[in-house]
């Protein structure tokens, strides 16, 4: 599709626009298997379909990304552990060390109350995330522009920028926030902070409402601001990467506005590197301060 | 866009992440950490009393130096006196020795003396007779002039 528009320049502006929204709309559809309306099982070759399939149906592109991320960052950090050293630590080891003094020095800053889960827990959410987010910076048609050659109809390769991948991982957080919500404070304690302040006990409805709120808002929070700040930063990349080859169309210096482009597209992936590293960083940080909040006593 | 069981399954593996990570990467790499924290707080801990050691080695040994030079001295100073003893008692000896063989000699000397008076006496009694004889013109008879003889030998 892209390479149709860059090459585009012979067609008019009306068709342009056209295959403009079209390029958009192709780079924000998820690669997605589920029973298609003929009862069959497959992949979706459009948005409807895709939609039309419900919720029993897998992105496939986010799952085989996230999970290969996350295994190449499991496995670089296991491949260290396994033959960690208490001697002079060199090459990977010295970047995982710094990794694991980096996130426990974070986690003691935020975190108060003991819990053995809390550090490795955030050390996968960091770079989990980081990496997933780091994908953003892979030109974006190279990898859909290849697998469509192949015959695969979408791919979006940044995972966090699909609301089902920031959604699980923060519901992973919600849930473990009510569970440690209840194992140190007791169901009855957990219930009496939900309803008993900041109102006292004439207010509980009220107070139930504020607080339910409160607690919903954690995990939506989490997961709307990675997916926001991805899905935001994907669709400006798009955005430039549409602008010379929609221009091309109608401008006889369409060589420098492709120019352009790759300057914009420069820019906005060094800023972008600030944005990957940060909402990793925010999406880890938040998720230690919910579990602290979780573990501490409200009087 | 669309939400669906892909929630479910990236919640699924944010757990086993979550768990591998915990089990298998924080546990081990940590007590390496803390391994080796300890490692280096123990070696400076030996080194601070390695330290504290030396600095007590080199105190004893100053002090086993100056004990030695002391006894040193001291060795020194009575050998000296002995010495000194030595030869006193040797100087004493000597004398005693001298004096004895001194005294011998006299002694010799004075026998040497009795005996050449003893026999000049006896020579001058002849030469006496002798020459008593020769102004006499005679014989003397010995027998005689005995007593009168040894009369003169004595006074002699």
Redesign the interface.
């Known amino acids: 599709m892209s390479s149709e528009l860059a090459h585009g320049t012979g067609e008019v502006a009306h068709e342009a626009a056209h295959t403009s929204a079209e390029y958009i709309k192709h780079h924000?559809?998820?690669l997605?298997y589920?029973q298609l309306s003929d009862g069959t099982w497959g992949i979706a070759h459009s948005a409807e379909e895709?939609?039309a399939?419900?919720?029993?149906?897998?992105?496939l592109d986010?799952?085989i990304m996230?999970?290969l991320l996350?295994a190449v960052i499991?496995f670089m950090?296991?491949s260290?552990?396994?033959s960690?050293?208490?001697?002079v630590p060199s090459g990977l080891q010295n970047f995982?060390?710094w990794a694991?003094?980096f996130i426990?020095t974070s986690v003691r800053g935020s975190f108060s109350a003991k819990n053995?889960?809390v550090?490795?827990?955030a050390?996968?959410?960091f770079f989990?995330v980081f990496s997933m987010n780091l994908m953003d910076l892979i030109p974006i048609d190279w990898v859909p522009g290849l697998l469509g050659m192949m015959g695969v109809p979408f791919f979006k390769v940044v995972p966090s920028t699909?609301?089902?991948?920031t959604?699980?991982?923060a519901?992973?957080v919600f849930l473990l926030v009510l569970y440690y919500s209840v194992k140190m404070k007791g169901f009855g304690g957990f219930m009496g902070e939900l309803t008993l302040q900041p109102f006292g006990k004439w207010g509980m409805p009220v107070n139930f409402l504020l607080e339910g709120v409160n607690l919903i808002a954690k995990p939506i929070s989490l997961a709307l601001r990675l997916f926001g700040n991805m899905y935001a930063g994907e669709m400006i990349f798009i955005l430039i990467a549409l602008m010379g080859g929609a221009w091309a169309g109608f401008s006889m210096g369409g060589v420098t506005l492709f120019g352009s482009q790759i300057l914009l597209s420069l820019g906005w992936a060094i800023f972008h590197i600030l944005i990957v590293t940060l909402q990793a960083f925010i999406f880890m940080t938040l998720t230690v301060v919910y579990l602290d909040m979780a573990h501490q006593e409200h009087h | 866009m669309n939400i669906n069981a892909t929630l479910l399954a990236q919640l699924i593996m944010f757990v086993l992440f979550v768990w591998f990570c915990m089990k298998f990467v924080w546990t081990p790499i940590v007590a390496a950490l803390d391994a080796r924290k300890k490692q280096i707080a123990d070696g400076l801990a030996d080194a601070e009393r390695a330290k504290h050691d030396l600095e007590l080695a080199s105190k004893r040994s100053a002090e086993i130096l100056r004990e030695a030079k002391e006894k040193a001295g001291e060795i020194v100073a009575s050998g000296e006196k002995r010495a000194s003893e030595i030869v006193e008692e040797a100087k004493g000896q000597a004398k005693v020795e001298g004096d004895r063989i001194i005294a011998g000699a006299k002694a010799e000397i004075d026998q040497e003396v009795f005996r050449a008076k003893e026999q000049l006496r006896t020579q001058v009694s002849a030469i006496a007779l002798a020459g008593a004889g020769k102004i006499l013109g005679r014989e003397i008879d010995a027998k005689a002039h005995n007593d009168l003889l040894d009369k003169l030998v004595a006074e002699i």
């Open positions: 924000l559809q998820n997605t589920g895709a939609k399939m419900g919720f029993w149906a897998l992105n986010t799952l996230s999970l996350g499991m950090f296991r260290v552990a396994k960690v050293v208490t001697g995982c060390e694991i003094e426990d053995a889960l550090a490795p827990l050390l996968t959410i989990w699909d609301p089902n991948a959604f699980g991982m519901i992973g």
